[in-house]
């Protein structure tokens, strides 16, 4: 079935350092793909998404491209900020209306 | 829109009781998805509905969870009897179907069971 990985986190970075959280996904067909973010105490909100290939999907100074030559959707940003801290979800939509496939998520930690 | 509206925000229960988790969709969306999330298992779905029919059950854990969508602006999460292991965070979200592949998260019901 479909399913995504991404990488393992924790991730601590300093302000301003350069961000990238991997994300490959296994599917049939032509999937949308997904970043979802987790606030502490809140519920996911999505940031940014892609609905085909070589699709750039932006939000926040984040940016993620849809790769389907290497079943890529990694997350970047330039310079993290401390309020960019939070929990990253990748996901992915599969055929008809089956409910997304989320990754297990990558906490960040961004210190001053 | 208020969005996702979830309550309560936190419950503190004791082992063997009853709990009830309330949702309120997103109005004119169509699907509706209860969501667990630990630090062990991550975010798992437990069921979601289509046009408040159960669509597909099979994350429920255990027959102790049962969840119901009398209408279309309301869904609970029953948990009976409640187990220390059902710790976690509950999350209900919503979307609508017609080229809406974006979900809605409420924001969560920290459930502690003691």
């Known amino acids: 079935g479909d399913s995504v990985t991404q990488m393992e986190g924790p991730v601590t970075l300093s302000e301003e350092a350069f961000l990238t959280i991997n994300c490959t996904y296994t599917a049939t067909g032509y999937p949308s793909l997904f970043w979802y973010v987790q606030y502490p105490g809140e519920g996911l909100q999505l940031l940014l998404k892609a609905t085909k290939a070589d699709d750039k999907g932006s939000n926040k100074g984040f940016e993620a491209t849809y790769r389907k030559e290497t079943t890529s959707f990694h997350l970047e940003k330039g310079s993290v900020q401390v309020s960019d801290s939070a929990v990253y979800f990748c996901?992915?939509?599969?055929?008809?209306?089956?409910?997304?496939?989320f990754g297990k998520g990558t906490r960040l930690s961004v210190i001053a | 829109d208020a969005g996702v509206i979830q309550s309560p925000r936190h419950e503190v229960t004791e082992m063997g009781q009853e709990v009830t988790l309330r949702c309120k969709p997103i109005s004119g969306h169509d699907y509706l998805f209860w969501y667990r999330q630990t630090m062990m298992r991550g975010l798992e779905l437990l069921i979601y509905f289509n046009n408040n029919v159960p669509i597909d059950d099979s994350g429920m854990p255990e027959d102790r969870f049962s969840a119901k969508m009398p209408n279309a602006s309301f869904s609970t999460l029953k948990i009976q009897p409640s187990e220390p292991r059902d710790s976690a965070v509950y999350f209900c979200?919503?979307?609508?179907?017609?080229?809406?592949?974006?979900?809605?998260f409420g924001s969560g019901t920290q459930l502690s069971v003691l």
């Open positions: 979200a919503s979307r609508s179907s017609p080229g809406g592949d974006q979900l809605f």
């Open positions: 996901a992915l939509s599969g055929l008809g209306n089956t409910p997304l496939v």
